[in-house]
């Protein structure tokens, strides 16, 4: 279950039908990282790179993971019944309303690559591999801006 919630996660993005809202470039973090300041700044920045990682292990794992198919999924089949997993979807995509123009795509793509394989095997440890695989996938890329 694992590979196809993966080829789903970073499929998403791929679909031009789900890109209808334009990115800020200024609140962009994908346009900052690419930016020649930001590769200055993380060269030998071991620090920054820490406090990044940490970042990103609450803000995966215990922020939106655990919170969102830990605790909110098994709750919300006594409302929504056997589309839990839908409603999760929703939710989860509501809550990244910070950066709009990732709704869609997470709508789609998270609602059938995190929610459903949670709820379908009971375990958030599908959301958090999943959903971390993007975490490792981006500190792996800072690092080599780190050793640069």
């Known amino acids: 279950m694992l590979v196809p919630a993966l080829l789903i996660f970073f499929g998403e993005g791929l679909i031009p039908v789900l890109n209808v809202i334009p990115s800020v470039a200024s609140h962009d973090l994908a346009v900052f990282a690419q930016s020649e ?3 200055a700044f993380m060269s030998g920045n ?3 790179y820490a406090i990044i ?3 990103f292990l609450f803000n995966t794992i215990l922020g939106e993971e655990l ?3 830990g605790l909110l999924l098994p709750r919300m089949q006594g409302v929504f019944g056997r589309w839990d997993w839908v409603a999760n979807g ?3 995509a509501a809550y990244h309303l910070h950066e709009p ?3 869609p795509s997470t709508l789609v793509g998270d609602t059938f690559a995190l929610s459903y ?3 379908r095997y009971r375990s958030a440890l599908i959301g958090i591999i999943v959903h971390s ?3 490792v996938f981006f500190l792996t890329l800072l690092l080599f801006l780190v050793l640069k």
Do not use: D, T
């Open 101 to 103: 123009w990732v709704i």
């Open 67 to 69: 919170l969102f198919r």
């Open 117 to 119: 394989p949670s709820r």
């Open 90 to 92: 929703f939710l989860f």
């Open 46 to 48: 071991w620090v920054w």
């Open 133 to 135: 695989s993007q975490s």
């Open 53 to 55: 990682v940490a970042l």
């Open 37 to 39: 300041a930001f590769a």
